[in-house]
């Protein structure tokens, strides 16, 4: 796009219908806002300026808008009502010096993409109109604004719905609230708009009619698809807007070579990255900015957030925070990986390890029944069954460090701070409280006592007394 574009983003609206103590458009899909899915389809026209319309949760609206598109102009819609009042306060804000087309689009209109709006701009540039709408045909139109066409086809005017005749209702091509204008035109009918009718707002829509009236080239462009048009007003349209740009993005990777066994059960937020030849199983959540890497197997019934996946790694069964996964490891099933944790390349967190803020070096392993927290593992060292490392004192978190070719008995209790030397090892039921230099063997062992006759003496007449005296002989 040149440089001569404005996009103005219509984002003042309540939203009632969410029922919502959130603004309608900070709701989430596929792991972005709905305004954050507009924006990023405004960044790729590359325009001059974009223009944010704010007022309802005006603070929480703003932050989002800044945090995503710092360079964004924040403008406020005044106490006059209507889609016309906001890109009239908006068209305001542009430098003097800017001239030409501004494209509106509302921030609740989260699938409508570049390429659409890209087409929309070229139809109206090439036909050098004032004004160019994106329509659809709807089979059920109720809540937009009908398109009214000429006697020959042209468009004239558009009607909202509380203002439309039975006639006007039956009419099923619709105005989808996107549209381009040459900025003087719009400049100069925006003052006309009134408010009178059924809403008591100032209709943007008007403009449309007023143009017309002037003598000024108008047109519609229908979209091939109507749902890229579709707004989000409630919880339901919100689930139906997921579903479909799920489809679009599982079918997007799909194509360029991720094996997605179940569609229907898996989903994929827009900010992910995925290789070729990675494989994702039923029922796998990849959420956030995770990335997984050439080869992967991820799933089944796998939940991943933030999470990077080395190349070659299977994660089954597995829930992982802000967690990195090296090349070729193994997780799970039933694994949880929380924030800060580390494994390495071959390294293996395996069936009921839960593990926090940790690092586990290459080939090392923790197979089973474990905590790690706040550790850090060398290489080629095994944990063994139920280890726990006891990282909090109920004041603060300590360190854990455990060297490289370690091998710990199961059970073993490592009460931090404490270190364990190379090549050390601990026996089964160890509480390691102190440092084990490197190649020792630490071990917390009592020696065994056993009571003779016990059971015979304190359950007497019990089917265990009566065995063991089978068993003794007597």
Known sequence: ???????????????????????????SLAGRSLIGHVLATAAELSPAHIVAVVRHEREAVVATVSEIMPGAIIVDQDDVPGTGRAVEVAIEALPADFDGDVVVVSGDVPLLDAETLAALIESHRAAAASATLLSAIMEDATGYGRVIRADDDSLDRIVEQKDASPEELAVTEVNSGTYVFRLTALRSQLPLVSTQNAQGEKYLTDVIGLLRRAGEQVAAMPVADGWRVAGVNDRVQLAEAA????????????????????????WIDADVTLSPDVELLPDTQLKGATIVGEGAIIGPDTTLVDTEVGPGATVRRTDATLAVIGENATVGPWAYLRPGTYLGAGGKIGTFVETKNSTIGASSKVPHLSYIGDTTIGDHTNIGAGAITANYDDVEKHKTVIGSHVHSGSHTVFVAPVTVGDGAKTGAGTVVRKDVPPGALAITVAPQRNRENWVQENRAGTDSAKAADEASGD
């Open 1 to 27: 796009m040149t440089q001569n574009l404005a996009v103005v983003v219509l984002a003042a609206g309540q939203g009632t219908r969410m029922k919502s103590s959130r603004p309608k458009v900070l709701h």
């Open 243 to 266: 579903r479909r740009l799920n489809q679009l993005i599982v079918r997007k990777w799909q194509l360029e070579g991720v094996t997605v066994q179940d569609p229907a059960s898996t």
